[in-house]
């Protein structure tokens, strides 16, 4: 159900197990729309076809591991990944507004590459086809299917499904690799959100890009046995310095083979993503309360 409850700010509450999806008062699913904004990333296990997926998120980056809901998929998708086990990730980027255009006006639906104006390339060795001119592509293989067990009268090809995706090898093009920050690290480039121009998905049918980059790191101990925090500054990033000049560089996790960037650079290319306070009692004796800021999550089912 909904109601409104006078607090310093005024709220809608949702009750998931008791109310329908979209109520009547608002124009979109609730919980579709409260986390944003997502990542958006066009997806294929075949050599013909590419799915448009808005909303994925990084279970683990070490090893790198996504998980995607299957409501979120065409059933041709998920076919392909329960079967043949292999898949691409190509970043969307707002060069393919018209592609996002046609491919979020429908429930999702894998397309020929030609319907959606999208140039299609080899993928890696036996990995399908990847979006030609994405600035990002992962080539990965089902590691795990997890049933999250709908109603017992719900047909079994109906229940909503979690897939863990492990991520074999990341291509990053050089358009997208720029001068490395100053610190005590060395690394070869930075991978530059300003660069690759990715789109995000805000629910409903609508996208955003990215304009302005800020940074800040996340809060320190003010000393080594101290309870409290000290922020850091949350200041505008500067404009990017343009690509680097680089060809390009593929990572592997596992064998870290190819030109070595100085990190795992699984954090820099899933985005934007949403970030949330995840509060919790840190101490079940004391409960003494803890918050900290969290970017990884994402929605898995909308109950549809």
Not at 35 to 41: G, I, N
Not at 85 to 100: E, G, I, P, R, Y
Not at 141 to 167: F, K
Not at 190 to 205: E, F, H, T, Y
Request: with cysteine; hydrophobic share 35%.
């Amino acid at each position: 159900m909904i109601k409104e409850k006078e607090r310093e700010d005024r709220f809608l509450e949702w009750e998931a197990a008791t109310a329908p999806t979209t109520p009547a008062s608002l124009d979109a699913n609730v919980f579709e729309t409260c986390v944003t904004p997502k990542p958006v990333v066009w997806v294929s296990v075949d050599e013909e076809s590419v799915a448009l997926v808005e909303g994925y998120g990084v279970a683990t980056f070490a090893p790198p591991v996504l998980i995607l809901g299957t409501d979120l998929l065409p059933k041709s998708i998920v076919d392909g990944l329960k079967r043949k086990q292999l898949v691409t990730l190509s970043m969307a980027t707002v060069d393919h507004q018209k592609s996002l255009a046609i491919a979020s006006n429908t429930s999702p639906t894998a397309f020929p590459f030609a319907d959606l104006s999208l140039e299609k390339v080899n993928g890696k060795g036996a990995w399908p086809s990847a979006v030609a001119g994405s600035p990002m592509r992962m080539f990965g293989r089902t590691m795990e299917i997890i049933d999250l067990g709908p109603p017992s009268d719900v047909p079994y090809e109906e229940h909503q499904e979690v897939i863990l995706i492990t991520v074999d090898y990341i291509q990053v093009s050089g358009s997208a690799l720029s001068k490395p920050l100053d610190g005590p690290r060395e690394t070869l480039a930075k991978i530059d959100a300003q660069l690759m121009r990715p789109v995000a998905s805000v629910g409903n049918g609508r996208f955003a890009t990215i304009t302005d980059v800020h940074s800040m790191y996340r809060p320190r101990k003010s000393s080594k046995d101290s309870e409290t925090f000290v922020s850091q500054p949350f200041v505008r990033s500067p404009s990017t310095s343009g690509p680097l000049g680089l060809n390009g560089i593929e990572y592997s996790y596992i064998d870290d083979t190819g030109v070595n960037l100085g990190y795992n650079p699984t954090k820099a290319i899933v985005l934007p993503r949403p970030i949330g306070w995840i509060s919790t009692y840190r101490d079940n004796e004391s409960k003494l309360p803890h918050v900290a800021p969290y970017s990884f999550f994402c929605e898995v089912g909308r109950g549809e």
